[in-house]
């Protein structure tokens, strides 16, 4: 399948210059590194262009990658995505591009705010970054733009973004400035005299790529000049500045509201303070104070950790905090963690009230994946609420099996027999009335039977009224939840759906998710899938790629035992000749047999007469009354007889004719 854009070899962690600008970035980076999947999932790294993204995510698979050998990761550019997607739909390849990047162990994606330019990328990365998640598998994303920012994007993508974490790189400050200059001047093995870098990094460069670009601009003008750079010439080359307000300030670097001193300076001499011995004194019992206040303060988060880890949560916010300094209200920090964990222990007991495999999930052991917890509560509320179930009376084994119909209903047992196997999707293609729905509703029933539940069974336009009811908001959450746990999903005559965007883009959605997690879907079509007008050409190719069955008119076999089954029940259940008769009846339709043989039952029923091969054709064709008439005579009946009611002039609606184009026809049925 795709395969993963080069790394860079420089690009990983040992080469990314940590500073306050992005260290947020960094720790979360190695953290999905370590342990994937297990939080910050999605992982969203946002900055403007030039500071260190893309060298960030390419470090971050190179770490995953470094770890486990076995690892499997996935490193494109959202163009890249989009280009083998269009490549996957024009090889009829797309559930296997779609399933490739749901399965690979680690994805990376860069770009993403390049997402517009692509039409049909947002719903296919839907697709991937909805089968990730729900499989535990590590998504990283980089983009130029906040989340909220970036155009385009699907609605529950936006929620699973929401749902992670998104961490932006800013500009680096002077004191970041100059951590950078001096790493890249050590690896490029370059020295400048003392005040020359400090000189730079004072100059407000906002770009780290420019940063490094005037970095190579002083060791190229050094390498030439006949003397070291000295401070002034450094900063008249980078920045051609040169009024003495603009010279180098060493306070940049010492104490500017905002800015990060990295310069370690030793604790006032309380002998050298104007004050003298006293306010030293004063100062130094400050300064032990605070000391004595953090280190309680790692302590006790130390201590929460610990315990919090042996209730079986994960503690990611918590041990973020130690490498930060300590916040405002320490307390009220650590009693948030505690309010968020016994939220989640809250929804866990309403989910599993409801559904008790979801007791003990993952999903409700991180309070950083509040809303991935909600929602694992939404889906199991949607378990509470019955999907439509396949008519009861259709049943396959009282489907009528002949030559004309047997492939048919062989697919259909194979699916019963393997759900979600080989044969999946399986479309039934047929005319109306030859049985399609018995059988798709018949295959409901099997698998409901052996088992597989639940089973979802309805037709195309209930389909696109549900979709129209619950069109937006939480009530369309709730309702795709309603189908997206269920074992099978069964949809009757599909072509329906033909100018229904919403409703096809919805099917869609269930479609790859049923897909990805192995679940039987059967659709029936009058039209074949080919000859489809008004569907999206991907839904149409995800059809395509199941198997696709044709159930054609009844021949007589078929016939033959539809008949059959229909005269189980009847005093007439093993009069051959009855059977035989009225299987050689002409009908376009499984239910023009149905209907023929009901006719002669009610007639039978109505007049008290026995059931004969010579009865059937006084019913169906109007001839042979005598034998109607001895029939009922038979019978023994008191009631009304054939006879005494003029059962000899019968006629069915199927051979019955009102009336006559002309008058000579006319003249025709009087004399008859």
Request: charged share 20%; net charge negative; with cysteine.
């Amino acid at each position: 399948m795709t395969p993963s854009t080069p790394l860079n070899p420089r690009a990983t962690f040992d080469t990314f210059v940590e500073t306050a600008s992005n260290r947020l970035a960094a720790t979360a980076a190695r953290t999905v590194g370590e342990f994937p999947g297990a939080s910050y999932n999605p992982l969203l790294v946002f900055s403007a262009a030039g500071l260190g993204k893309t060298h960030l995510l390419m470090a971050i698979a190179h770490y995953a990658r470094k770890l486990s050998r076995g690892t499997t990761t996935l490193y494109l550019t959202i163009e890249e995505f989009a280009d083998a997607h269009r490549s996957a739909v024009l090889a009829g390849q797309e559930n296997a591009f779609i399933r490739h990047h749901g399965e690979v162990d680690f994805l990376v994606l860069d770009d993403l705010h390049t997402l517009t330019r692509h039409p049909e990328a947002p719903a296919v990365l839907e697709a991937v970054v909805q089968h990730r998640l729900e499989a535990n598998r590590q998504v990283v994303l980089g983009s130029r733009r906040a989340p909220q920012e970036i155009r385009g994007v699907p609605e529950v993508l936006a929620r699973h973004l929401s749902s992670g974490l998104a961490v932006e790189i800013s500009s680096p400050d002077a004191a970041g400035r100059l951590e950078i200059l001096k790493r890249k001047a050590a690896e490029m093995r370059i020295e400048f005299d003392p005040g020359v870098l400090e000189a730079v990094a004072a100059i407000p460069i906002e770009s780290v790529r420019e940063l490094i670009g005037a970095l190579n601009r002083l060791a190229a003008f050094q390498s030439v000049s006949p003397a070291p750079l000295d401070p002034t010439q450094a900063r008249v080359l980078i920045s051609g500045v040169t009024e003495p307000e603009a010279e180098f300030s060493a306070s940049a670097f010492t104490g500017v509201p905002g800015e990060v001193d990295h310069q370690e300076r030793p604790l006032p001499d309380p002998a050298a303070s104007p004050l003298g011995d006293e306010f030293g004194a004063f100062l130094s019992e400050v300064v032990a104070s605070v000391t004595e206040q953090v280190e309680r303060w790692r302590q006790r988060v130390g201590e929460t950790i610990l315990y919090w880890e042996g209730e079986g949560y994960r503690t990611g916010r918590l041990e973020a905090l130690l490498e930060h300094e300590v916040p405002a209200e320490p307390e009220l920090v650590l009693k948030q963690f505690a309010d968020d964990v016994a939220r989640l222990k809250g929804l866990e007991a309403e989910a599993a009230a409801l559904a008790p495999d979801l007791a003990g999930s993952p999903v409700f052991r991180d309070p950083d994946q509040m809303a991935a917890a909600e929602g694992a509560l939404a889906h199991s509320l949607a378990r509470g609420i019955p999907v439509p179930q396949p008519m009861p009376e259709f049943l396959l084994q009282e489907f009528g099996e002949g030559g004309a119909s047997r492939n048919a209903l062989q697919a259909a047992l194979a699916v019963v027999a393997e759900s979600g196997g080989k044969y999946n999707p399986l479309i039934v293609v047929g005319e109306s009335g030859v049985g399609k729905s018995h059988l798709v509703h018949g295959i409901g029933n099997a698998l409901i039977a052996a088992g597989v539940t639940p089973v979802a069974c309805l037709n195309a336009s209930t389909f696109i009224a549900e979709v129209t009811e619950h069109a937006e908001g939480r009530a369309l959450l709730e309702w795709r939840l309603r189908y997206r746990w269920v074992a099978a999903f069964v949809l009757d005559d599909v072509h329906l759906l033909a100018g229904s965007a919403r409703a096809q883009e919805e099917l869609g959605l269930l479609f790859n998710h049923l897909m990805d997690q192995r679940r039987q879907l059967v659709f029936s079509s009058a039209v074949p899938i080919a000859a489809l007008r008004g569907i999206d050409p991907r839904l149409l190719t995800r059809m395509e790629a199941g198997l696709v069955v044709d159930l054609p008119r009844p021949d007589r076999e078929t016939r033959l035992q539809i008949v059959k089954r229909l005269l189980a029940t009847t005093p007439a259940a093993d009069d051959a000749a009855l059977a035989d008769y009225l299987a050689s009846r002409p009908a376009e339709n499984a239910r023009l047999v149905h209907g023929t043989v009901q006719r002669v039952l009610s007639a039978a029923e109505a007049h008290q007469a026995a059931l004969s091969p010579a009865f059937a054709r006084e019913v169906l064709e109007g001839i042979d009354g005598a034998s109607v008439r001895s029939s009922a005579r038979q019978s023994g009946s008191r009631g009304p007889s054939l006879a005494q009611s003029g059962l000899s002039a019968l006629r069915s609606h199927e051979k019955m004719v009102l009336e006559w184009p002309s008058i000579v026809d006319r003249l025709i049925e009087e004399l008859r």
